[in-house]
């Protein structure tokens, strides 16, 4: 079965070694990458001089990075194992070719959280913010004809929603650097301090004795943490706190320092 592509050394803007190889590799990734998602509008030629990448490479790594990366990110470079290469590989993928579970699951997340903003129309950021994040939200809580929730166990989703509901918050501060700074600390404090009540339930669930023997004393410790930690039709978890979900809601909050473009970047 096929892997993600990689490269011995980078390709693209100097210093980059631009081996031959490692060219024709990254122009046949580009080249299978939709345009909508940063792709080349018209194919990439095969690289024909070792050490020197051509002007239609150049542009057209330039333009995938930035559709698809932060915008510090953006030197118009691919670097081996490198957060472009990561990204190209996984929209790049052909059939037969799997990506690393980590690699799915962010590009699944990632996948939420653009598609949500095709329903989003103002231009306002806090309000597009928002309405991608009840969209989200409908999504996650959708539930079947006998009334059950279907996607409780989809974690890119609630993934993409914590990230759009701390990035949402931190835009509240508006064009001020200092308070989109003061609310990112606040955001990421929540963040932690939401794991914390989540590891909580966690020991208590584990240690405490009486629940084993008796309904009751599970289903109030259910109440009393559910009231911090449930927030949808989704029943409450007893497992340890998620690090991609915190790692998902801090990356919200520090996203959120900059002010978001039309078409959001992360």
Known sequence: MAQPVSITASVGSRPAPNRLADQTAIAGLLNRVPTGAGGP????????????????????????QTAQVEPRFRD???????????????????????????????EDTRQYIIHAFDFVTTDNETRRLWEALLM?????????????????GNKPLAY?????????????????????????NIMLAGVVGYDLVKLVNFVWANLNILERYSDFAKQL????MGLML????????????????????????????????RVPTF
């Open 41 to 64: 509008r018209s194919p990439v030629p095969a690289p024909r001089v070792n050490g020197v990448a051509s002007p239609q490479l150049l542009s057209a790594i330039l333009a995938f």
């Open 76 to 106: 118009g470079r691919i670097d081996p194992g490198g957060r472009t290469l990561v990204r190209l590989n996984a929209l790049a993928g052909t059939e037969g070719m799997v990506a690393p579970k980590e690699v799915q699951i962010e």
């Open 136 to 152: 989200l939200a409908d999504k996650r809580n959708a539930t079947d004809e006998n009334n059950k929730p279907i996607n409780c």
């Open 160 to 184: 993409a929603e914590h990230y759009l509901l701390c990035r949402m918050f931190v835009s509240c501060g508006g064009t001020s650097v200092v308070s989109r700074s003061v609310l990112a």
């Open 221 to 224: 410790r259910q109440g009393i």
């Open 230 to 261: 449930k927030l949808g039709k989704c029943p409450m978890s007893d497992q340890v706190p998620d690090i991609n979900s915190t790692a998902w809601g801090a990356r919200g909050a520090r996203d959120g320092l900059s002010p978001m473009n």
